[in-house]
């Protein structure tokens, strides 16, 4: 929040107490229905209450919709049903389903009935298709008009429409079963002759998305082509609703955040959660990843304890334990987030795995070398014992490189079997690696102990 | 690559072995110039050059817009003079700036020779502003009008200024300083009266970015008020370009990878090299984490060395280092994602910080708790000793406890220092909680069997 903000925020709490309503609405009037939404969310239930009820129908409804669905719930839950119902007819029906999928199914039930036959049939609909599908994050405002009609005719029906501001960037054409076949942009509608016919003015091949498609494949879709709205058609290619960019950010953003958290040994569940909320949604979403992890970390402990007879006799090996696992993590974390990454954002295709895993194992050798070299001398000063310092130094070699490789080569594998290549977290190669660091560490000592001791 | 572009790009190679020019221009006429750009991406040199000569300036423009700078600058300065001007002139001044920018000076001062004096002037000027700000990203094609003018006015100036698809939805109007004082979208000026006067349509609370401010707080800015482009300022409220959508998703894509790449441990140098390219930037990038990492886990070495005569009496003490080491990582790992991504995208503020890091120890004491004892009664059974399963229980549940504390506070603190809270990555906290858990078990380890032993 802005220091603008924080000032308007106290003064709405200041107007409140002192009833100068008139005074608070002229305030309000002046705020981007963006900087209303952050107000709203500093506001306590009562005085949000009464803030809402200072706030045109449009207005409200525009700040609410940027808010958590949570608190747009409890919002128009305690609003009486007539300001409510002011708010839901002027709420874009994409935005008016989520929240309806948030409400209690009676609340949901009512507040539908208060809505127009129209409105609440599209919200019906909209609530059909899975949250993150192109169904999902669509809007069913758009602007269609058939082939035959004129560039004039398009812009009267958009001056009719008068659909909000995201929607109102092309025109659909469509012809009698309501098929997509064109588009027309707002730009070439001004540009074109207002007698033109669309036939001869639109364009044919429209990149559209199918109502089923994955939310992030829309927004990449609509990344690709730089497009302000891609429309979305069912089976019969039939025009049902279009997907606009400001939701597409949103679509990016969380599913950056997704990839992010799963990096991390997150849960996704833990997306929805209120940084400052209860914790035990978040115990929930962590411990089955740590407990798991504690007990995989449990088979490196098993090694350990295989060559408890060899460190009896040479105690300076557990000195380096740490060093070994923490190395062999860091570098399999590295390659991993290179590739998963690369994955995810389709930098990386499927032609190019064989190459990319390849170049990070030779990335290993390169830097398993260097800091293998260096850490064996380091090691061999420290303990005034050359073999030591061979044993740490080939241990670090050997471990780093099959580190990177084992971080490129998971996401791969995992992508393979169709899982989501983002849950091979960095904890997770980590606490492979532990294992693998441990063989390797313990069994080269064995080996050069075995021949000098 | 779609099936379907592979079986263009297959035919597109065949044309041209053929010399079939006319039916492979007619092919690629088609596309889309971002699918072009795909195209492109996949031919060789020559090829590419052929296919070039083929498209029209707009598109060849748009398409070699889409692709990597090093290839842009690769396929411009290979064209003849008179093909790279035709693609030049029809390149927006962002893109070109940025092209520029990648040349060798001796080609981008004989490029820009060959550009008209307007475009040259304007290419020199967004030269001038660091890439990563509002200057160096926004594009100098926007439509501006007075505030005595009408709509009718407006509507005829987009007419005629023709500009690109992504720059088309505003009108800006400035005084006769060129300050920018209100705004107007595409949708308003159809809905307006042709005679109304634009005074008294415009809006005049303008959200507007400056010249100088980063490119991450320009694309919050157009995501928070669901934007298509943003007017930027210089000092004196002069307006100096836009910043659009499709540039605004590239930044934000940008910036999620380089925190993606810094939480992984990974320099955000590598964002700019290729999964397949040479090895030597990738090592350069990584090495300097690895090895430092390494020296820094050196110390948690030194804890242990401090701790071998107690684990030469209880060699058991061994196995349970690494589960300890990686547990505490993980712990961390998950608090710190959780925090440096609510710091990023600005969920989490300043003044929540306190509570967080409170909530996360609370998270941290519930989980340590639950996994300490579990994993104390797996030790206990394992090593047949209620003594190290009590160690091993009560040094997970500290230590989990420490480990989400540090993980939620670590990156605050950086943020604090003025640093961006991303370069506290994963294996950076993991190492640091290496050294904290030896101490902790070893120091437990040390109490509990001078007592019994």
Known sequence: MNQELIGILDQTI???????????????????PADLAELLEELEDEQRAAVVQLMSGPTAAEAIAELELEEQAAIVTALPPEKAKAILDEMSADDAADLFAELEPEDAGSLLQLMTQEDATDVRELMTFPEDTAGGIMTTEFVAIGAQRTAADAI???????PSAETAYYVYVVDEQGRLVGVLSLRELIVAQPDAEIRSIMRTNVVSVHVNDDQEEVARTVQKYNLLAVPVVDDQDVLRGIVTVDDVIDVLEEEATEDIFRAGGVSDAEQQLDLEGPIWPAIRARLPWLLGLLFLSLVSGKVIEGFTPLMDRVTALAIFITTMAGGAGNAATQALTVVVRGLATGEMERDQVGRVVWREARIGIVIGAICGLVLGVTAMVWNHSPWIGLIVGLSIAINLMLAKAAGSLVPVIIQRLGLDPAVASGPFIATITDTTSMLVYFSIAALILGAVL
């Open 156 to 162: 009267d029906e958009l001056r009719r429409a008068a």
């Open 14 to 32: 200041v107007m409140l107490q002192q009833h100068r309503e008139d005074e608070l609405r002229t305030l309000l009037d002046e705020l981007h």
